[in-house]
């Protein structure tokens, strides 16, 4: 019985010959990848059978590379006993001798899945090292002043820059529109009732006790919070934050203090910005539908008492704390791999905003009970 | 394979990064079934060099022919028939070393997928690397990571193997069993091997020719058998080379 096995013309040819109790497989032509490619599928076949002996007849073969030779010995394997192997050239034997070591079985399988429970540790783990990360924060705090040399300064600047000045054009545009939609919005219901002039009311209490300070941390976590975990992540991948470990530099006070610190200047200032281009926009729409600007003055001031403000001003504060430290221990918590800086970005931007969020509903629940 | 078309053409190849010339005029052949080696000091130009062989950096002026093939006029893409390591290894980090290996099967020949696996476990075994399939790039050591470059490279069985630094990093033991890896595809497959080394025992063990190329000359200072370069060449930077003396001059450190 005879069969080829389809190859292309001029290419490697396999013919396979069943006679009693063995089976030969005559290669014929260049065993190279294309052929490789082309006689696998029918090689491994007519391989699988254990109960004839095999024999692999290579007279016919010009030529072999280790792509072919690995399709001579995966049919061995397959044939699960060693086949005779005939009439091979003294290169292709040369060839197949090279191969043979190096296609020894597969050590070692592919490690499995997460498991659930390994899921579950894995979280618990990490709120563990959140808790540790915040310890070594206050440490870290707690020591700065002995170890002011650490702290530079002028990372202080660059950060507050990055994270502040430039997010300026952001923070007023934001804070414009935010006061157009708002106005509009409101104005449309309130005019039913003669009640135009309270959206200035209604505007500058939303704007100045929640919207500024929120808006303002949802722009640092997306801006800074995900440029602080990259920053420290690639130097983590770089082995840079190594390096600094063997100078007996400490991350903490070196690369996340002054991101805190800046972070948290930059926060309150951006928020007044905020508030301000908030208040600006309301103003506009309500001066476009008749209002004159002193009464939206008037009301605004009217509506805003001190504490309003610098309620919001906290806010900030704390917002912008937790984002730089949300967005720092994201960096120092990069894994390994050009995916990791990345996912460290991810976390930031995700977790900043979450904390931002809750801490908004715990400092609600704060002020109301102060009576503020 | 014809005796007569070198595998490797190059003619007055010239290289400048903005008013820096980094060499002129270097011009030499690769033969078919040769290994040849690329020397020089660091900051030369080698890889430099190197990538002009291959199609990533048109030459200022003078031509490369591979395969028979003009690397910057040809529509014919010459560039699956030659195996490139890079000299940082270019391992795609977000693969496993065996998917590394079979990602230039999978691209480029109709094997299937066990057909892959397969092959990628050869190459993997040729570098010694059978048992670290499985590792992620971030998990192996500088060197492993050097040997699944060169793995990779080896993929698809190409006529040509352009190696840059393959054993930097290697201890001499495991870089010893690469010179003899290289010597074995090339007797067994009659590949050309193309190899950028520093390794004075590598270079004397493996390479029939060799070309050195200098800094401060701005090209090439010397080419043939490196044995006899080694015996008589009377530059005195390839002599120092062979020699390991330092060389004094304006940029380098005397008593280092
Ligand atoms: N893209 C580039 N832009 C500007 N200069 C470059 C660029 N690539 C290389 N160079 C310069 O060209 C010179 C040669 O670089 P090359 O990488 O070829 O050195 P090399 O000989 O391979 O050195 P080594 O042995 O250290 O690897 C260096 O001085 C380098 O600064
Ligand atoms: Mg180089």
Redesign the pocket.
């Known amino acids: 019985m005879t069969h080829p096995a389809a190859a292309p013309a001029g290419a490697a040819s396999l013919t396979v010959r069943a006679h009693g109790n063995t089976v030969a497989l005559c290669f014929a032509g260049r065993l190279d990848v294309p052929a490789a490619a082309a006689l696998w599928p029918a090689t491994l076949h007519a391989a699988g059978d254990p109960s004839r002996e095999l024999v692999l007849d290579l007279s016919a073969v010009q030529a072999c590379d280790t792509a072919g030779a690995t399709l001579l010995l995966e049919a061995e394997r397959a044939h699960g006993r060693a086949a005779r192997i005939i009439g091979a050239e003294a290169r292709v034997a040369a060839v197949l001798a090279l191969v043979r070591p190096a296609n020894a079985a597969p050590a070692g399988q592919p490690a499995p899945a997460l498991r659930l429970a390994d899921r579950l540790r894995a979280v618990w783990r990490s709120a563990g090292d959140g808790l540790a990360f915040l310890g070594e924060l206050m440490l870290a705090f707690a020591r700065a002043p002995l170890r002011l040399r650490m702290l530079r300064w002028a990372d202080v600047l660059r950060a507050a820059d990055e994270a502040g000045v430039r997010a300026v054009p952001l923070v007023l545009l934001l804070g414009v529109l935010i006061g157009l939609i708002l106005a509009f919005q409101s104005l449309v219901p309130m005019q039913r009732f003669g009640a135009d002039i309270y959206v200035a009311n209604l505007v500058a209490l939303g704007v100045v006790r929640e919207l500024g300070p929120l808006l303002t941390a949802m722009v640092l976590a997306g801006r800074s919070g995900s440029a602080f975990a990259a920053e420290i992540g690639t130097m983590k991948v770089n082995q840079e934050l190594d390096a600094l470990a063997t100078m007996g530099v400490d991350a903490m006070t070196m690369l996340v203090l002054p991101r805190l610190l800046a972070a948290t200047v930059m926060m309150p200032v951006l928020t007044v910005l905020m508030d301000f281009a908030g208040l600006v926009g309301m103003a506009l729409v309500l001066t476009g539908f008749g209002v004159p600007p002193v009464v939206v003055l008037h009301q605004v001031a009217a509506a805003l008492v001190p504490l309003d403000f610098t309620g919001g001003l906290f806010k900030a504060c704390v917002f912008g704390l937790a984002v730089a430290a949300i967005g720092c221990r994201a960096g120092l918590a990069t894994g390994v791999g050009p995916r990791a800086v990345g996912q460290a970005a991810t976390s930031a931007v995700v977790g900043g905003i979450i904390a931002t969020i809750m801490l908004d509903g715990v400092l609600a629940v704060l002020y109301n009970r102060l009576g503020w | 394979m014809s005796g007569v078309a070198p595998i490797i053409d190059a003619t007055g190849l010239r290289q400048a ?1 903005g008013s820096r010339v ?1 060499f002129s005029d270097v011009s030499f052949t690769v033969q078919a079934g040769e290994v040849f080696a690329i020397l ?1 000091g ?7 060099l190197m990538r002009q062989m291959i199609g990533l950096l048109p030459p200022l002026a003078g031509s490369v022919r591979v395969l028979g093939q003009d690397m910057y006029a040809g529509a014919a893409d010459i560039r699956t028939r030659i195996g490139v390591m890079f ?1 940082a290894g270019a391992l795609f980090g977000s693969m496993t070393l065996l998917e590394n290996v079979m990602l230039p099967l999978e691209l480029l020949s109709d094997l299937p997928y066990a057909a892959r696996v397969a092959v990628a476990r050869v190459k993997l075994g040729l570098v010694g690397l059978a048992d670290s399939a499985g590792k992620m790039p971030s998990e192996i050591s500088g060197g492993m990571a050097k040997r699944a470059a060169i793995a990779r490279a080896m993929a698809l069985d190409p006529p040509l193997l352009l190696l840059d ?1 393959p054993s930097a990093g290697l201890d001499p033991i495991t870089s010893a069993g690469l010179d003899r890896l290289i010597l074995e595809l090339r007797d067994e497959l009659g590949i050309t091997v193309v190899v950028v080394t520093h390794e004075l025992a590598s270079i004397l063990a493996i390479a029939d020719r060799c070309l050195m190329l200098d800094a401060s000359a701005g090209g090439v200072i010397a080419q043939g058998d490196p044995r006899l370069l080694a015996a008589e060449c009377a530059h005195p930077t390839v002599r120092a080379f062979f020699h390991r003396e330092a060389v004094a001059g304006p940029s380098r450190t005397r008593g280092a």
């Open positions: 990064f980094i020089g660091s900051g030369c130009g080698k890889s430099v000299q630094e």
